[in-house]
């Protein structure tokens, strides 16, 4: 399993970095270029011009799927369960310091971490509750 980004805010900031940088069109410091799809993405960011709620969009769109889309990759079998219980292996660890692995606490890490995407958090958490009008046209689930 991959994750592109943890969260919608990870997505965004790691896509709006690279269209900083110009990634679309050189290589990374690794000396990777991005894949054609990638580059596509960056490069729909790089329209946006920093526009938070227009990137929240586009990661609904590439990254979510609708509960009836889940149904029908189900029947056609190309869905995998997994049983993952995060909260039990860390319970098994018996740290001394409560573990939150809420959405909103790694975002709020992340802004921590990263100064570009501290300015965008305050920004990011109202587009949040507000549902990005036109992102969301039935319940989705980020996968």
């Not at 960011?45 to 029908?72: A, P």
């Not at 056609?76 to 660890?93: F, N, Q, W």
Request: glycine share 6%; aromatic share 6%; no cysteine.
């Amino acid at each position: 399993m991959h994750f592109d980004g943890l969260t919608a805010l990870h997505w965004s900031a790691k896509m709006l970095r690279s269209a900083a940088a110009g990634a679309h069109e050189f290589k990374t410091p690794r000396g990777r270029v991005p894949e054609p799809q990638r580059a596509n993405q960056i490069r729909e960011v790089m329209r946006f011009g920093g526009d938070l709620e227009r990137v929240y969009e586009l990661h609904q769109r590439l990254k979510t799927v609708s509960e009836e889309e889940i149904d029908r990759l189900r029947a056609l079998g190309v869905i995998e369960d997994h049983a993952i219980d995060p909260a039990r292996d860390i319970a098994a660890l018996d740290l001394k310091e409560p573990v939150d692995l809420s959405r909103a606490a790694f975002d709020l890490a992340l802004s921590e971490q990263q100064p570009q995407v501290r300015d965008w958090h305050v920004e990011w958490e109202r587009i949040l509750q507000a549902g990005a009008p036109g992102a969301r046209s039935s319940p989705r689930k980020s996968g």
